[in-house]
């Protein structure tokens, strides 16, 4: 199957500086990305949505300036946890579709655990 | 809005004993439905998944689901657990715009020796 692969896959900063993260489609073209986060124990939350060459969509309550969302090419989405906080530790998934047909598999990155401290 | 249940947040079973994790799903239309598992600190895997056709989805790792409309469910069975089936497992579903999965709170999997 297709591949979908995050970097890095731990990270550990002080609180107040910026950790970007990467997700990158190794084989296939994704228009569309998606960015989860889980947090111990508990299930995927999405945060949002990354298109490719667009705005992201964000979901309700999650803050747009706080983790800013960027798809530059078709290949590569980044999310970047600004400014982050101990409670920003968690670990964050992406995923990409194939093409743009919704009957197809969502593949995951293997995830980021970021530890803020 | 679409939700999905996972009604079992724990679940033991010995190994070689048969598995069943439910799933129930709210959605206006018909759904796409997937299983993942996860194991610690990794991210993924897909099980199976059910678009249309026969309600009996066979998937890899021996597991296998079926959708019952009846009861908006997409319970995952395995005939025998092995021990390195101990992971978490989660039910999602998709909407029909395709831009959205909604997972289940997960069903975290022991195995007893």
């Known amino acids: 199957g297709a591949v979908v692969s995050q970097h890095p896959s731990w990270v550990i900063c002080k609180s107040g500086t910026s950790v970007k993260i990467e997700c990158r489609s190794l084989?296939?073209?994704?228009?569309?990305m998606f960015w989860y986060r889980q947090f111990p124990k508990q299930s995927l939350m999405l945060m949002a949505t990354?298109?490719?060459?667009?705005?992201?969509?964000?979901e309700q309550g999650v803050e747009k300036d706080k983790f800013l969302i960027n798809h530059a090419s078709l290949t590569l989405s980044t999310l970047t946890v600004t400014s982050a906080h101990p409670e920003d530790s968690s670990f964050y998934i992406c995923?990409?579709?194939?093409?743009?047909?919704?009957?197809?598999?969502?593949?995951f990155g293997q995830g980021t655990r970021l530890t803020v401290v | 809005a679409q939700s999905v249940t996972q009604p079992d947040i724990h679940i033991t079973v010995s190994e070689g004993a048969s598995l069943e994790l439910r799933c129930n799903y709210s959605y206006g239309a018909t759904p796409y439905l997937f299983w993942y598992v996860q194991s610690p600190g990794q991210g993924l895997q897909l099980l199976l998944k059910?678009?249309?056709?026969?309600?009996l989805v066979q998937g890899i790792k021996g597991f296998e689901a079926e959708f019952k409309r009846s009861q908006s469910s997409f319970n995952l069975r395995k005939p025998s657990v092995h021990w390195s089936d101990a992971a978490e497992y989660f039910c999602?579903?998709?909407?029909?715009?395709?831009?959205?999965?909604?997972f289940g709170g997960g069903t975290r999997l022991m195995v007893k020796p």
């Open positions: 059910y678009f249309s056709g026969d309600t």
């Open positions: 084989d296939f073209q994704a228009t569309t």
């Open positions: 999602a579903v998709l909407n029909n715009a395709g831009n959205m999965l909604t």
């Open positions: 995923s990409a579709r194939l093409g743009g047909n919704k009957n197809t598999e969502a593949f």
């Open positions: 990354s298109n490719e060459g667009s705005k992201a969509t964000y």
